[in-house]
């Protein structure tokens, strides 16, 4: 049986639950070894933000740093305070840089702050020079316009002989706009810029690689990778397969199974009308569950240029999505399974072992990161 599907430690609260997502810890530290194994020689970051990717900073941290995690990227301060708690001895990276008012946060719970602009940079002199030696990394922009130093910016600041002593960077880093995509030239245009910037760092680490930059090869590496969706099953190969272990199940209890006649319709704005005699099962998964309202079978505009809404998994079948996706509740056709097979009660499966994240992001027209991500706040969790 699939690690996800055993249910042999389930609390009651947890079998009774309507929603319910299983996240297999384990399969996560798996999943980091794998990236770390890929990353050669270089060392190996953990991107824990957005609450590990929706599923649950706490224990993943904790996992992590248990597998031996020692660097980890977050957002915001906020999860870098939470973070330290499970990860003691760790370096922890805030990507948004820190700002006015944050310096307790940031020095209480010894955050290194990454700097991306002139005027954070400036801020932070200051700063670190008020309260002596403090690391901090800079981001410089290589070609994704997002966050980041110019060029120029950062290799000026490289030759910058008057710049504070207590100013002291451990890593320079960038972002790749296309590392899923292996044929992107951009990749090699950015690793070049890159390379030039590292060389203006020399003796500090340098970092380019998330999950997908981690596949480009050994020049990508530098002295870290930083990989993120690998680690939580979200990354797909060329062919929409995962790259890496699936690590979360995410399930929905069915309510109730009714018999609707060729001719009826489903759901909000009767824009699905059933071309047969049907078997509907309704879950209790809807759009406030992050199951988004653009998997819908029908009537939704933004769906109507992809072909077919999301499915389901149930009685060891493949279901389709009917009708519009509601707040609450989700309508799938089991017409095509043996009668009796699935009951009110039974749980479906959104994704997990036999959908991936990744088919479901593709149905929505999004991506694995947003699906997880959105998760919210209704599903009870299971941590293996
Ligand atoms: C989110 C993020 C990552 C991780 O990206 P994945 O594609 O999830 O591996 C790495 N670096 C930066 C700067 C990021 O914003």
């Given at each position: 049986m699939h690690p996800l599907n055993d249910?042999?430690?389930?609390?009651e609260e947890f079998l009774s639950a309507p929603l319910r997502l299983t996240i297999d810890l384990e399969a996560i530290a798996e999943n980091w070894r794998m990236m770390a194994a890929r990353s050669g020689s270089a060392r190996t970051a953990a991107v824990v933000k957005a609450d590990a990717y929706g599923l649950g900073i706490e224990d993943v941290g904790e996992t992590l740093y248990g597998a031996g995690v020692r660097d980890f990227f977050v957002a915001v301060p906020s999860e870098g305070e939470t973070l330290r708690i499970y990860a003691p001895e760790a370096r922890i990276f805030v990507l948004s840089g820190i700002w006015p008012g944050q310096e307790a946060t940031f020095f209480n719970n010894d955050l290194v702050p990454v700097i991306a602009s002139e005027e954070q940079l400036a801020f932070w002199m200051a700063t670190s020079a008020e309260r002596g030696d403090h690391p901090c990394a800079l981001h410089v922009d290589t070609g994704f316009n997002r966050l980041g130093l110019s060029m120029r910016e950062a290799v000026e600041l490289a030759s910058?002989?008057?710049?504070?002593?207590?100013?002291?960077?451990?890593l320079v880093m960038s972002h790749l706009a296309c590392g899923d995509d292996p044929q992107a030239s951009m990749n090699q245009a950015q690793l070049q810029s890159f390379q030039e910037v590292a060389a203006a760092f020399e003796g500090i680490d340098a970092s380019l690689s998330a999950s997908g930059g981690i596949?480009?090869?050994?020049?990508?590496?530098?002295?870290m990778t930083r990989p993120g969706i690998a680690l939580y099953g979200g990354l797909a190969t060329t062919n929409g397969t995962?790259?890496?272990?699936?690590?979360a199940k995410a399930e929905a209890r069915i309510l109730q199974i009714r018999e609707a006649k060729a001719g009826d319709t489903v759901s909000y704005g009767a824009a699905c009308k059933l071309d047969r005699d049907s078997r509907l099962a309704v879950a209790a998964v809807g759009y406030a569950d992050g199951?988004?309202?653009?998997?819908?079978?029908?009537?939704v505009a933004l769906r109507e240029p992809l072909p077919v809404g999301a499915s389901g998994f149930v009685a060891g079948q493949r279901v389709p999505v009917l009708g519009r996706v509601t707040m609450d509740q989700t309508i799938f056709d089991v017409t095509d399974l043996p009668t009796d097979s699935v009951t009110a009660g039974d749980y479906i499966e959104l994704f997990g072992p036999n959908i991936s994240v990744n088919e479901l992001a593709e149905a929505a027209g999004t991506i694995s990161y947003e699906i997880l991500t959105s998760l919210g706040l209704r599903y009870e969790r299971r941590y293996l």
């Open positions: 249910l042999t430690d389930a609390t910058d002989v008057s710049r504070p002593a207590s100013f002291s960077p451990v596949g480009l090869g050994s020049d990508y590496h530098f002295e995962p790259a890496s272990l699936t690590v199951y988004l309202r653009n998997l819908s079978g029908h009537g």
